[in-house]
Each structure stands twice: as structure tokens, then as C-alpha cells.
């Protein structure tokens, strides 16, 4: 079945740094491909997307590329903010089957020190 | 975004009770929606799917007696988790689906004691 293995937390930066959080998948078809952010508190929010292989999703200065070669998705930013401290998932949703429900990672805590 | 309200956000129950959470869709109407379980260091795991006005479809190792679950409307879901033990405890969390996009629940952190 499908699955997503993503890099096991917390992690831990200072603001400004460099942020890459590693996402890899497997699935059937042409899955979509995706990252949530959780805040404390919050519920999950879509932070960005990627349909399609060599597909680039970017958001709030976060990024992550579709890679079919490597089953990749990972997420980068190139300089964090402490405001960015929060719960990150990766996830997918499969091109096959009627309800299409999302398998996620287990997810990664960020944290940013001033 | 759509927003999702889930409550409650934490639970403490003793084992043998049961426990609801609602989940509230508060600006637009789905049919279909999804109730996902976290065990610590963990994926989210799909437990449930729900078309409203229909039955569950649970997935495997899910029991249906346990976890019930009512789609009452297009805006409201609950989970009932009946004669909860401690190995219940762990994070629910709901998502409607409107359109393309899944909109999701602050979760609830139940945990039985």
C-alpha cells in the first residue's frame, strides 16, 4: 500500500537558518503530493502541493519538488523564522480509488530559536 | 481556508467509559470525511471514511463497535470511543474534504486512565 516516510524530528534551528525536512513516498499511479503545517494548537493546514512529477510547490517562503525519479518531496526554506516553529507533515493522496483519503508521515517537529 | 472545529482539544477519561468528539465544519458543507488516529512518533493513520446520510466504511484492524461513528450532517461528525482502555489513548483527529482539498480539526488528545 501506499506509505510516507519522513525524516524523524525534532529539529531544532536558530532563525535564519537553512531548513530541509526529508520526505520519501511509495505509491501506486501519480499520487499527489503535499505538506501540512500544524500549529500548536491548530488544526492541519495545507502549506503546498505538487501534482505532478518536476512539479515545484512554494509557499510562505517554503519550498518542496515533485521528484518521480527519487520518490522524493522534500521541504525546504532558506532562512526560518520562529514564527515557523510548529509540526510539519508530508503526505500524499493516491490516483486511484474513489475516496482518495491522504497517508501521511509521521511528522516533524520544528523548532526556531531567536 | 475552510475552518474545521474540533472538540474537545484534550480528554482524560477512566477506562470502561466513552468518549465523544465533535468535529464541525463552520463555513461550508461536505459529504465526504475522514477520521485519522495518531499513535506517538507515528503517521497519522486513516481510521474511517463517511459519506453523509450513509454507514462508515472502516478501515482494517478498525473496530466499528468501538468507534462509532455519525455523519449527522454535511457540517457535523463524532467519534464515539465506547469502553475506552488505555491502549485507546492517542490523538484523533477529523478532516472534511471540499473539493480537492482536505480541511482539518485541531485534534483531541484522549487519554485513558
Known amino acids: 500500500g501506499d506509505s510516507v516516510t519522513q525524516m524523524e524530528g525534532p529539529v531544532t534551528l536558530s532563525e535564519e537558518a537553512f531548513l530541509t525536512i526529508n520526505c520519501t513516498y511509495t505509491?501506486?499511479?501519480?499520487?499527489?503530493l503535499f505538506w501540512y503545517v500544524q500549529y500548536p494548537g491548530e488544526g492541519l493546514q495545507l502549506l503546498l502541493k505538487a501534482t505532478k512529477a518536476d512539479d515545484k510547490g512554494s509557499n510562505k517562503g517554503f519550498e518542496a519538488t515533485y521528484r518521480k525519479e527519487t520518490t522524493s518531496f522534500h521541504l525546504e526554506k532558506g532562512s526560518v523564522q520562529v514564527s515557523d516553529s510548529a509540526v510539519y507533515f508530508c503526505?500524499?493522496?493516491?490516483?486511484?480509488?474513489?475516496?482518495?483519503?491522504?497517508?501521511f508521515g509521521s511528522g516533524t517537529q520544528l523548532t526556531v530559536l531567536p | 481556508g475552510a475552518v474545521v472545529s474540533q472538540h474537545p482539544s484534550r480528554v482524560i477519561c477512566k477506562s470502561g467509559t466513552s468518549v465523544k468528539i465533535e468535529c464541525r465544519s463552520l463555513d461550508f458543507q461536505a459529504t465526504t470525511m475522514f477520521w485519522y488516529r495518531q499513535f506517538p512518533k507515528q503517521s497519522l493513520m486513516l481510521m474511517a471514511t463517511s459519506n453523509e446520510g450513509s454507514k462508515a466504511t472502516y478501515e482494517q484492524g478498525v473496530e466499528k463497535d468501538k468507534f462509532l461513528i455519525n455523519h449527522a450532517s454535511l457540517t457535523l461528525s463524532t467519534l464515539t470511543v465506547t469502553s475506552a482502555h488505555p491502549e485507546d489513548s492517542s490523538f484523533y483527529i477529523c478532516?472534511?474534504?471540499?473539493?480537492?482539498?482536505?480541511?482539518f480539526g485541531q485534534g483531541t488528545r484522549l487519554t485513558v486512565v
Open positions: 505509491a501506486t499511479g501519480y499520487p499527489s
Open positions: 478532516s472534511f474534504r471540499g473539493g480537492t482539498e482536505a480541511f
Open positions: 503526505a500524499l493522496r493516491s490516483s486511484v480509488g474513489s475516496a482518495r483519503q491522504l497517508t
